[in-house]
Each structure stands twice: as C-alpha cells, then as structure tokens.
C-alpha cells in the first residue's frame, strides 16, 4: 500500500516567517502535486512535480520532488494571513494518494 | 478550463433517507471521475474511481450497496448515500480526469452533508 506522510500537521506562524511542509514515502510516484484547500471547498491545484530533482517556484512558494521520486517539500517564504489553509500533497501511482495534510495557520 | 462543479453544494437530511449529489464537468469530456470523503481536519479519502458507461470500483471498506455511484455520461456522475446515517456526515468531493496523458484531475467544489 502507498503512503505519504505528511508533516507538520498543524503549523501556526507569524506573518513574515518562513515555513516548510515535507511529504515523505517509500514508495515511487510518477509525479506529486501540491494542493491548497480553504474551508468548505474542493482543493486547488498549485503545482505540480514530475522529474525527480525537480524544482519549481510559484511567487513565494517553492517546490521541490526528491531525486528518488519518493518524497517533496513545499518552502514558503514570508508567510502572509492569505497562505492560511490546508496544504495537501497527493502521488500519482495509478490513483492520487493523498498525505494528511497540513493545516497552516499564518497570523498578522 | 477544465471546471468541475457539485450539486447541492450543502444537504441536511434525516437518518435513514437517500442522498444523491451530482458531479459535472463543464467544459470537458470527463472518461473518468473520483469520488472522495473528507473528515473535518483531515485529508482527502478516496471512495470509488468511475469510468463512463462501466461500473465503479471501489477501494477497500467502502461499501457498493451504500454508496451508488452511476457515471451515465461523460459529463455526470452521481453518488448517492442510501439509507444515510449520522456517521456520513462528511464533505464529498468529486475530481474529474479528461484522460489527458498528465491524468490531471479537477476537483469539485464539495458537498457537505449532514444526517441528522
């Protein structure tokens, strides 16, 4: 059985600071993505990661995909009150498989 | 492009009724949908993967009779929580993949239900 272990799952900052979210597994996947979901709404596709090594910016955010395709890490720097949300990764191994999430909570 | 919407986007209903929430794509032709349960808090679970005109498969411990789940068109999928109880209180959450080589899928909006 894949898994993705996710972790923090729970973060709480203060605006200005940096963080980093880590996604880990044993397994092999052919891409990863990184989603965002608010409240009460489906998740939002941010990014994703395909060739291990991979490294791909979006503003203040940056994503990185493990040489070995097992693992990702998402970096945001300066942390602002809108980055607050849940920030899932998900595998590609036939399905998405999803890790548990890290609910991120950014103060002003 | 590629939006995916849910229908009702809320449900309360009473224990021991059927539930059926909708799932489209807009603007394209979806040949494979996702269904998916999420828990307050907590990550995204999947339930079934269905594939226009066959049946569903389900993951493990997910119950068939329980939740119907018919993918009639290319465009609409349907789930539907048959004789509800208050333990499937959940957000559902649809995806739809055009079967495009990337296997992108687009999620729904959601559906929350509540039995009481």
């Known amino acids: 059985t894949q898994l993705l272990e996710q972790s923090p799952q729970f973060l709480s900052i203060q605006e200005g600071e940096n963080l980093t979210v880590y996604c880990n597994s044993s397994?092999?996947?052919?891409?990863l993505q990184w989603y965002r979901q608010e409240p009460g709404e489906g998740p939002v596709l941010l990014v994703t990661?395909?060739?291990?090594?991979e490294v791909k910016k979006l503003k203040r955010l940056t994503f990185q995909f493990g040489d070995a395709r097992k693992d990702s890490s998402l970096h945001i720097t300066a942390a602002q009150p809108g980055d607050t949300g849940l920030y899932l990764c998900?595998?590609?191994?036939?399905?998405?498989?999803f890790g548990q999430g890290t609910e991120l909570s950014v103060k002003p | 492009g590629a939006v995916v919407s849910q229908h009702p986007s809320r449900v309360i209903c009473k224990s021991g009724t059927s539930v059926k929430i909708e799932c489209r794509s807009l603007?394209?032709?979806?040949?494979?949908m996702f269904w998916y349960r999420q828990f307050p808090k907590q990550s995204l679970m999947l339930m079934a993967t269905?594939?226009?005109?066959?049946?569903?498969?389900?993951e493990q411990g997910v119950e068939k009779d329980k939740f119907l789940i018919n993918h009639a068109s290319l465009t609409l999928s349907t789930l539907t929580v048959t004789s509800a109880h208050p333990e499937d209180s959940s957000f559902y959450i649809c995806?739809?993949?055009?079967?495009?080589?990337?296997?992108?899928?687009?999620f729904g909006p959601g559906t929350r239900l509540t039995v009481l």
């Open positions: 998900a595998g590609e191994g036939g399905k998405l498989i």
């Open positions: 990661v395909v060739t291990g090594g």
């Open positions: 995806s739809a993949s055009d079967g495009g080589g990337t296997d992108t899928q687009y």
């Open positions: 397994s092999v996947f052919s891409s």
């Open positions: 603007d394209f032709q979806a040949t494979t």
């Open positions: 269905s594939n226009e005109g066959s049946k569903a498969t389900y």
